[in-house]
């Protein structure tokens, strides 16, 4: 895990496109310096980022980060076998507040559905720029308390409490407590 860059990733999988930065940044949404200063590991984008970009390579997070993973038709999965869509983009933190860990059940492509393991540690947040993209999802808080917020609609959600909307509101995710909330959550067709 520590021989990985996200920006030496996302710089080799823009030039095998025939992309230059700014083409990417223009299919991305994003400024043409973001680009920049992640290929050159001079800035550590956030999850929301990171996908915003990746969808201007049509890529998963998946795709990125596990790139050799096997295609498994496997129905049972253990913990060891959730697919990490987040680790590496935290590996240089050595506090964990702020991070977000997105552990995904099998391959999300191959059934058009995408169920995630979700850990937000106290600060994590998706991001000021909310999220938004042609799916549907839901969830659960299993642990601990998340802000979900849907628009222009806004709630703490605590262990038990659950949200499923249109996912092309736009949308945002933050741990405003001083605990880690836990989240399972389902999305179709899959976003990450």
Same mark, same amino acid.
Do not use: W
């Given at each position: 895990?520590?021989?990985?860059?996200?920006?030496?990733?996302?710089?080799?999988?823009?030039?095998?496109?025939?992309?230059?930065?700014?083409?990417?940044?223009?299919? =991305?949404?994003?400024?043409?310096?973001?680009?920049?200063?992640?290929?050159?590991?001079?800035?550590?984008? =956030?999850?929301?980022?990171?996908?915003?970009?990746?969808?201007?390579?049509?890529?998963?997070?998946?795709?990125?980060?596990?790139?050799?993973?096997?295609?498994?038709?496997?129905?049972?999965?253990?913990?060891?076998?959730?697919?990490?869509?987040?680790?590496?983009?935290?590996?240089?933190?050595?506090?964990?507040?702020?991070?977000?860990?997105?552990?995904?059940?099998?391959?999300?492509?191959?059934?058009?559905?995408?169920?995630?393991?979700?850990?937000?540690?106290?600060?994590?947040?998706?991001?000021?720029?909310?999220?938004?993209?042609?799916?549907?999802?839901?969830?659960?808080?299993?642990?601990?308390?998340?802000?979900?917020?849907?628009?222009?609609? =806004?709630?703490?959600?605590?262990?038990?409490?659950?949200?499923?909307?249109?996912?092309?509101?736009?949308?945002?995710?933050?741990?405003?407590?001083?605990?880690?909330?836990?989240?399972?959550?389902?999305?179709?067709?899959?976003?990450?």
């Amino acid at each position: 895990m520590k021989d990985f860059s996200v920006g030496d990733r996302l710089r080799q999988m823009r030039q095998t496109a025939g992309l230059s930065q700014r083409q990417l940044a223009e299919a =991305s949404g994003v400024p043409h310096g973001q680009i920049s200063m992640i290929e050159t590991n001079r800035s550590s984008p =956030s999850v929301a980022s990171l996908r915003k970009i990746l969808g201007g390579l049509s890529v998963t997070m998946s795709e990125f980060f596990e790139p050799d993973a096997p295609v498994s038709q496997s129905v049972f999965f253990k913990p060891q076998d959730l697919r990490d869509l987040t680790t590496r983009l935290y590996s240089t933190l050595d506090d964990p507040r702020g991070k977000i860990t997105l552990q995904q059940v099998g391959d999300a492509k191959a059934h058009n559905l995408q169920i995630l393991h979700e850990r937000y540690e106290p600060g994590a947040d998706t991001g000021a720029q909310m999220l938004e993209h042609v799916s549907h999802e839901g969830g659960i808080v299993i642990a601990g308390e998340i802000e979900v917020t849907v628009g222009e609609q =806004s709630a703490v959600l605590k262990a038990g409490d659950s949200y499923l909307f249109d996912s092309t509101q736009p949308h945002r995710f933050r741990n405003v407590s001083d605990r880690e909330a836990v989240v399972v959550s389902a999305c179709t067709p899959p976003y990450l």
